[in-house]
C-alpha cells in the first residue's frame, strides 16, 4: 500500500527570480473571474479541446504568483487547478500553500477532517474529473512551499502573510504562520478567530504580499499588501503587479459562498 504523500510547505527562495510578477489574492475556485482578471492585467488564455484553460501567457514575459486558497467554496476548484497548474508546469506561475490546500490534500489522503468551510464543494468537483487529472492536483498541491523568497529577498509571497523574523524559515512556526496566520485565540461576534495583526507591528524592507483574511478595499500597511479581497463571497478578485506597486481587481460574477461577518467587497 502506497503512503499517503506529505505536503512539504517549506520556504522556496527563489531570490534569483526578479519578475516582473503579477501576485493574485484568494481565487477559492472562483475559475470565470480568474480567467478575467488575468486578462485584465494582459495574459492570453490557451484552451485545450475541450475549451477548458490550460495555460496563460503574458506578452512581456511576467510571472503570476497565487497567494494560495485556490480551491473550495466556489464553482470550479478543478477549473482553477487545471489552469494554474498549466501555468506552473510551463514556467509561467508560482503558487504558495493556502489552509484550504493543506485540508483538502488531507481529505483526498483519505485523512479524518472536517468537511466544512466550502470543501465539501471542491471533493464534489474533483470526484467528477479523471483519476489522472486527481492524482496530478494532489501532487501539485502536496508540492506547493510555505512562502517564496523572490526577487533577491525583496518580495516575499505567504498565504498569510510573514514577520520579517520568519523570512525564509524553516521552522514549524514559520510554516504554521504562513499557512494560518498566529491566532491571538478569542473569537469574534460571528465566531470567527480574531488573528494577530502582524502586519501593524511589520518594518521590514521586503514587500510581503498575501491574502487568506478577507478585506473590503486593498489598502497597504508598512510594506505590506492583503490581496484577499473576498471574491467568493461576492467582492473582487485582485492582483499586485511589481515591482509597479500597483493594483488590478474585477468583480465577482455573483456570490458564490456565504460567510459570517464578510460582506460585499466594493472595489
Known sequence: ????????PLPRDRRDLTGPFDVIGDVHGCRSELESLLGALGYEIARDAAGRAVDAVHP???TAVFVGD???????T????RLVMGMSAAGRALC???NHE?????ALDGRAVRVAHGLERSLAQL????????SAAQDFLCDLPGHYLLDGGRLVVAHAGLPESLHGSRSGRARAFA????????????????RYDWAEDYRGAATVAYGHTPATTLRWVNNTLCLDTGAVFGGALSALSYPERTTVSVPAEQVWSERAGISPATG
Open 1 to 8: 500500500m502506497t503512503e499517503p504523500r506529505r505536503p512539504d
Open 60 to 62: 512581456d514575459g511576467r
Open 70 to 76: 485556490l480551491v473550495d467554496r466556489g464553482p470550479d
Open 78 to 81: 478543478p477549473g482553477v487547478l
Open 96 to 98: 504558495v500553500m493556502g
Open 102 to 106: 493543506f485540508k483538502l490534500i488531507r
Open 127 to 134: 470526484a467528477d474529473e479523471e483519476p489522472e487529472f486527481r
Open 179 to 194: 499557512i494560518y496566520g498566529a491566532p491571538t485565540g478569542e473569537v469574534d461576534a460571528h465566531g470567527l478567530p480574531v
